[in-house]
């Protein structure tokens, strides 16, 4: 039978008092992923690492290959206790989409790539859960949203794209430009594939989604 092994890195105690929490979060995220997804070996790391951490809610998480998947928490995070049950859960929710796609295509390395591995993620948390947009998901809108997708057409292609940039501001970009591209851009797909979902199209090739960037 697949197993997950959580592996919690508390040697000094720091996740005293929220591995329990997290826990019961990783499991529920596992059994509603596996109503729609095969049951997959994964291991999953659980660290502390202040600051490191999406401020607004406390944690972070990070899928680097399709075996093993990365929560990161800051203790001190004023926003963590109220985000760590379903905020919690969708955000494992997309890791794990990221890592099913690492066993296909990967996450892949142009900005077209990123662009859809994140917005697939996205939907599939949606797609759990029934919830509302993350701030991620949305805060580019409108105009901003539209020239963000004229640069991102122009480089859809490039290797070499700044994923910082795109992703977390760390440039000229609005901060979340590349969550907020990939989500509306994948959006737009679903609405034009009713009989498809974020879980059916795990490995789904980036080049389909190109049509869908313009708004």
């Known amino acids: 039978m697949p197993q997950w092994i959580v592996h919690y890195a ?11 929490r997290i826990g019961e979060g990783i ?11 095969p049951a997959i070996d994964l291991d999953v790391v659980v660290q502390v690492w202040p600051g490191c951490v999406v401020k607004e809610i406390g944690f972070v998480g990070y899928a680097p290959t399709g075996t093993m998947m990365q929560l990161t928490f800051d203790p001190d995070n004023e926003n963590l206790s109220r985000n760590i049950g379903e ?4 955000m494992i929710a997309h890791e794990l989409h990221h890592v099913m796609r690492w066993r296909g295509p990967g996450y892949g390395t142009t900005l077209g790539d990123a662009l859809v591995s994140e917005g697939l993620a996205e939907h599939f948390s949606r ?9 991620w998901e949305v805060e580019i809108c409108g105009k901003r949203l539209v020239t963000c997708a004229e640069k991102a057409k122009l480089r859809w292609n490039d290797p070499h794209y700044h994923h910082g940039a795109w992703f977390f501001g760390q440039g000229d970009l609005p901060r979340w430009a590349g969550y907020s591209l990939g989500y509306a851009l994948v959006g737009r797909y679903l609405e034009d594939h009713a009989d498809e979902s974020a879980s059916s199209l795990i490995h789904e ?11």
Do not use: T
């Not at 508390?10 to 329990?20: K, S």
């Not at 499991?27 to 997804?37: F, G, K, P, S, T």
């Not at 090739?205 to 708004?215: G, I, K, Q, R």
């Open 10 to 20: 508390n040697a000094c105690g720091q996740l005293d008092g929220w591995i329990e």
């Open 127 to 135: 797609q759990l859960y029934g919830s509302a947009p993350e701030p």
């Open 87 to 90: 905020p919690l859960e969708r």
């Open 27 to 37: 499991a529920e995220a596992r059994y509603r992923a596996e109503q729609v997804l």
């Open 205 to 215: 090739p980036a080049a389909s989604f190109l049509a869908y960037l313009d708004a």
